[in-house]
């Protein structure tokens, strides 16, 4: 009996597929779209007589977009709460001072044989200018 290893590609598209609910929208986009109304039309009913029509459209609108913000952000795989969250992570609970400071990757591999070189070195020339003393005697 023979294995077959074959493998099937999925284009990036289907696998972000998402199924539609209502006007096209998935069922995230569909229920915060419906808390951003309901938001919307209680800050509408409550300030309109005392706001004035101008203010509480502007408040409604503010009112409204973070709802929105929750179902329709999305950016690199995360929806809006999870960059919020990596967000105030990163710049508020981590401070740390990063450095740049650069290495040298094959000096770090290379030491143990480079002292070694040097070493061998250092007794080589030792000798060199013992001979060569000795040399100096002599003539």
């Not at 004035?52 to 179902?71: K, N, Q, R, V």
């Given at each position: 009996m023979m294995k077959s290893n074959f493998e099937?590609?999925?284009?990036?598209?289907?696998?972000?597929?998402?199924?539609?609910?209502?006007?096209?929208?998935?069922m995230r986009q569909s229920i915060f779209s419906i808390l951003a109304c309901v938001v919307a039309s209680i800050l509408y009913f409550s300030f309109s007589s005392l706001l004035?029509?101008?203010?509480?459209?502007?408040?409604?609108?503010?009112?409204?977009?973070?709802?929105?913000?929750?179902?329709f952000i999305r950016f690199q795989g995360m929806y809006a709460e999870k960059i919020l969250q990596t967000a105030i992570h990163s710049l508020l609970l981590s401070h740390t001072d990063l450095l740049n400071k650069p290495f040298n990757l094959y000096e770090i591999l290379l030491q143990p044989h480079i002292n070694e070189v040097r070493k061998e070195s250092i007794s080589h020339d030792k000798k060199l200018r013992k001979n060569q003393k000795i040399k100096q005697r002599k003539d």
């Open positions: 099937i590609k999925i284009n990036k598209e289907i696998r972000d597929y998402t199924e539609s609910i209502f006007f096209g929208l998935s004035g029509m101008e203010i509480t459209s502007w408040l409604c609108m503010i009112g409204a977009a973070p709802f929105a913000a929750l179902g």
